[in-house]
């Protein structure tokens, strides 16, 4: 059995693969979102300073031009979505290209969120496991030791 395991932050996601359950975790791929990577302000640069803002307010009689609603969602929100989104899409991929057989979920809280949300029903039925910390700078070693040590303590 070969077991995938996603460790991720909203920034970063590694899989690594366990075959035999005792050495190392071998990694296959370290994928980083570049949105994550970069200022805010260098994404949100097309959006109004207030001194424009109140002009266009006072110009249009108090309402926004344009205004459209938008879900109550940050940019960062947005960036982790798609970035899950991706994540996931590269799972089911290798799921019918029959590159693993389980898989665990390791990731920070509310990433993990956004992973399970994503997740294909055919990918949920695989899990495993699911913690919900953030250990994607570990090595493959450190990272078995610290889901052994997780598990041991629940």
């Known amino acids: 059995m070969n077991t995938w395991i ?11 693969s366990d075959t ?6 071998q990694e296959i791929e370290d994928l980083v ?11 949100v640069t097309d959006q109004a300073g207030p001194l ?11 309402a ?12 960062e929100e947005r960036n982790a979505q798609n970035f899950a989104r991706d994540i ?13 057989d389980r ?6 809280p509310s990433f993990l969120g956004e992973l399970r949300a994503q997740l294909d029903p055919q990918l949920k039925s695989l899990v495993t496991f699911e913690i919900n910390k953030d250990y994607s700078h570990s090595s ?3 990272l078995r030791d610290q889901i052994q040590a997780y598990q041991a303590k629940n």
């Open 88 to 100: 996931c899409a590269i799972l089911l991929k290798a799921k019918n290209e029959n590159r693993f």
């Open 6 to 16: 996603i460790s991720a932050d909203a920034g970063r996601a590694r899989i690594f």
């Open 20 to 25: 035999d359950g005792n050495s190392a975790y």
């Open 103 to 108: 898989l665990a979920l390791v990731a920070e």
């Open 64 to 75: 926004l031009p344009n205004s459209q609603y938008e879900p109550n969602q940050t940019p």
């Open 52 to 62: 424009a803002a109140s002009q266009s307010i006072k110009s249009t009689g108090g």
């Open 33 to 43: 979102d570049p949105l994550a990577r970069t200022r805010m302000s260098d994404q």
């Open 140 to 142: 493959g070693q450190q």
